[in-house]
C-alpha cells in the first residue's frame, strides 16, 4: 500500500487500518530514514531519535489530524468562505468532507452546502415569521416522490350488522401527486463590511438574510403558488375542487361565517387546528366580531403561538393569507413537503461594487394530501361594488 492510499485512510477515519499498513512499510521507512539523515534532508530534531520512534511519532501525529479534522466546525468553515477568508488544511478537508467536492481556490464555482446548524436556524426564522409553512410536512427524498392524496370515503362508514354478519370494507378513492421538485433561487448582496465581522456575528447576519428573502416567497406560495414553475399553493387547490366545498364566500365577514368555517373541518383533523390572518384581518376583523349577545368571540390570550383564539382555537398571524381573508386548518396533517436538492450557497465577490453576493438555490415541491383539513373564508366585493 502507497503512502497515498494510507494517507487516504487517516481522510476516511480508518486510523486503525492506516496504523496497521504504516507497521507494513516500517522496514521501508527504516532504510528511507538512513539515507535522509546521511543526505542531511531530515529534521536535525530526529536525528537523536531511534527510526522506530520516529515512525511512532508520525502515527501520533496522524491520529491527531484526524482528531482536529473532526473538531474543525464545518459551521466555521462555511464561513471564512462566505466571508472570503483563507481556510487552512483542517478547514479544506472539512469543506471535501461535507461537500463531497475537492476544495478549489475558486469556492464560487460550485455550490456551498448550508451547514445544518446554521439551516436549523434560518428555518426556525422562517417559521416564526410564516408559522403556516412552518408546520406543514418536510420530507427530504432525492429525486421525485409520489404520495397518495385522498379524495373521498365511497362506501364502509360504520353500521350495526346481525351477529355473523361481515362489515362491509372501507372503499376509499385516492389520487396520487409526485412531488417533483421546483427551483427556488434568491440573491444577497451585502457590503464588504461584513469581512469585519465576526464568525459569530456572521452565521447570525446571514440567517437573518436569508429567512427574510426565502421566507417571504416561501410563505406566500404555501397559499397562493400557482403550480406554474412553483409549487401549487392551498387556496389554489381548494378554489378547483368541483363546488369548492371547503370555501365558504361572504361579503363581509361575520359570526356565522367563521362557524360554517369551522363546521368544514374533519374531526380527524381538529386537533390541531388554527386560524391564519393577516395582522391587519385579525385586529381590525376578528377583534372586533361578536355573538348573539353582542359578546367578542376573539379571546386575547397568548397560547401555542396564537395571539388569541376563537371557538377555543389559536389564532395566528401569518402574511401570507390574502389581506381580509381567513384559512382555518392543520398544516402538519394536511400538506407534504419534499426537498430533493438541499439548500445550498454560491458566493461571488464584485471589487467594483465592493459588495458579495449570495445565492441561495434549492429545489422544493409540496402538495396538499387532506383538503378536509382545511377550510377558506374567502372576501369577494359586494353586489354593485367597485371591487376596489
Known amino acids: 500500500m502507497t503512502i497515498d492510499e494510507i494517507k487516504k485512510l487517516i481522510k476516511a477515519g480508518n486510523v486503525e487500518?492506516?496504523?496497521a499498513a504504516m507497521d507494513k512499510l516500517e522496514e521501508e521507512n527504516k532504510q528511507l530514514f538512513e539515507e535522509k539523515k546521511l543526505e542531511g534532508v531530515e529534521n536535525k530534531a530526529l536525528e537523536n531519535k531511534k527510526p522506530e520512534e520516529v515512525i511512532e511519532l508520525k502515527k501520533v501525529e496522524k491520529v491527531e489530524d484526524v482528531k482536529n479534522n473532526a473538531k474543525t466546525s464545518y459551521e466555521?468553515?462555511?464561513?471564512?468562505i462566505l466571508m472570503g477568508r483563507d481556510l487552512d488544511l483542517q478547514d479544506k478537508l472539512k469543506f471535501e468532507e461535507v461537500n463531497n467536492a475537492a476544495y478549489t481556490h475558486q469556492v464560487a464555482n460550485q455550490p456551498i452546502l448550508i451547514p445544518e446548524t446554521t439551516m436549523a436556524g434560518i428555518l426556525s426564522l422562517i417559521e416564526e415569521q410564516h408559522p403556516f409553512y412552518g408546520e406543514i410536512r418536510k420530507l427530504n427524498v432525492r429525486g421525485n416522490l409520489t404520495i397518495k392524496q385522498h379524495v373521498s370515503v365511497d362506501a364502509g362508514d360504520a353500521a350495526f350488522v346481525d351477529e355473523g354478519t361481515p362489515a362491509t370494507d372501507e372503499k376509499n378513492t385516492f389520487a396520487e401527486i409526485t412531488l417533483t421538485g421546483f427551483e427556488l433561487a434568491k440573491l444577497v448582496r451585502v457590503?464588504?463590511?461584513l469581512e469585519a465581522m465576526s464568525i459569530p456575528e456572521f452565521i447570525s447576519y446571514i440567517q437573518v438574510e436569508i429567512a427574510d428573502r426565502v421566507g417571504r416567497t416561501l410563505g406566500n406560495a404555501v397559499f397562493n403558488g400557482t403550480g406554474v414553475k412553483q409549487p401549487k399553493g392551498l387556496l389554489t387547490v381548494l378554489s378547483a375542487q368541483s363546488g369548492t366545498p371547503q370555501v365558504v364566500t361572504t361579503t363581509e365577514v361575520t359570526y356565522q361565517d367563521l362557524t360554517a368555517l369551522r363546521s368544514k373541518i374533519a374531526s380527524q383533523f381538529a386537533p390541531g387546528i388554527k386560524f391564519y390572518a393577516q395582522s391587519a384581518t385579525i385586529w381590525n376583523t376578528l377583534a372586533n366580531i361578536?355573538?348573539?349577545?353582542?359578546?367578542?368571540i376573539f379571546i386575547r390570550e397568548?397560547?401555542?403561538g396564537g395571539v388569541g383564539t376563537i371557538f377555543g382555537v389559536p389564532v395566528v398571524e401569518d402574511d401570507g393569507v390574502p389581506a381580509g381573508e381567513v384559512v382555518l386548518g392543520n398544516p402538519a396533517a394536511g400538506v407534504v413537503q419534499n426537498t430533493n436538492e438541499p439548500f445550498s450557497i454560491q458566493t461571488e465577490r464584485s471589487v467594483v461594487d465592493r459588495e458579495t453576493r449570495y445565492q441561495g438555490y434549492t429545489v422544493l415541491d409540496w402538495a396538499v394530501t387532506y383538503t378536509q383539513a382545511f377550510a377558506h373564508l374567502k372576501v369577494t366585493a359586494a353586489a354593485g361594488g367597485t371591487g376596489e
Open 302 to 304: 397568548v397560547v401555542d
Open 17 to 19: 487500518e492506516a496504523n
Open 76 to 80: 466555521n468553515v462555511f464561513a471564512k
Open 290 to 296: 361578536v355573538d348573539g349577545n353582542k359578546r367578542p
Open 191 to 193: 457590503s464588504f463590511k
